[in-house]
């Protein structure tokens, strides 16, 4: 499990509840952007693309009023954990939530999120909607090596994917496999040589579980 805490253990658990040994080595760590309140005024909805979004949002505002847009269901968990609602979940990718957005709320749309967002929201939706993004935290890679051993590794973001692709390059791959959540997510993995790139049907952890198959029976 490569993804940053406190995702890594979260996913580390469902694995294990499926059968599988779990090593958890994050490649990323997730740090909050200090900043003064955002000022809400004029605001129609908040939309957060994720669970690091929502939680770095929650920290700065205590204005829960808004209604509040989602890119999946994990995040819209989050949300409505942090008191937020009403919340709607796209229950897909980027796109689906664009197209949520567009279909449900007037605007302007604040989107909270990461300082390096892996999709744009706002271009999505330009002409048609006007998108504020709003960067709450960001995400750096924190150096520590992959684990010689493993079998297979989730991939859930592209920021994820290049930090993975940039340490099996240069210490080889050695046939194991990378379940990446999303095609954009598994284009820096195609660099590394003899890595088996496996995408997720869906861009949620649902999916990435079940691209995985079933574990090997242990001996």
């Known amino acids: 499990m490569t993804r940053a805490e406190p995702g890594a253990t979260r996913t580390a658990a469902r694995l294990e509840a499926l059968g599988f040994e779990p090593v958890v080595a994050p490649l990323l760590a997730i740090r909050p952007l200090a900043q003064a309140e955002p000022d809400l005024g004029g605001v129609a909805a908040l939309a957060f693309a994720s669970r690091n979004g929502v939680e770095a949002f929650a920290a700065l505002s205590a204005d829960r009023s808004l209604p509040v847009f989602t890119v999946g269901d994990a995040t819209a968990g989050a949300a409505a954990a942090a008191g937020f609602g009403p919340v709607r979940s796209a229950a897909g990718d980027l796109g689906e ?25 706002a271009a999505m939706l330009a002409g048609r909607l006007e998108v504020r993004a709003l960067p709450v935290y960001e995400a750096v890679e924190t150096g520590a090596p992959v684990p010689a051993a493993f079998d297979a590794v989730l991939v859930h973001s592209p920021r994820a994917g290049g930090a993975l692709a940039a340490l099996l390059t240069v210490g080889g791959s050695g046939g194991q496999t990378a379940v990446a959540i999303s095609e954009a997510a598994a284009v820096p993995l195609g660099a590394v040589r003899g890595l088996d790139i496996r995408i997720a049907a869906r861009p949620d952890e649902a999916a990435l579980c079940e691209a995985l198959g079933k574990p090997a029976p242990r001996v």
């Open 97 to 121: 939530l664009a197209r949520l957005l567009a279909a449900a709320t007037p605007g302007p749309v604040l989107a909270p999120g990461a300082r390096e967002p892996s999709g744009d929201l």
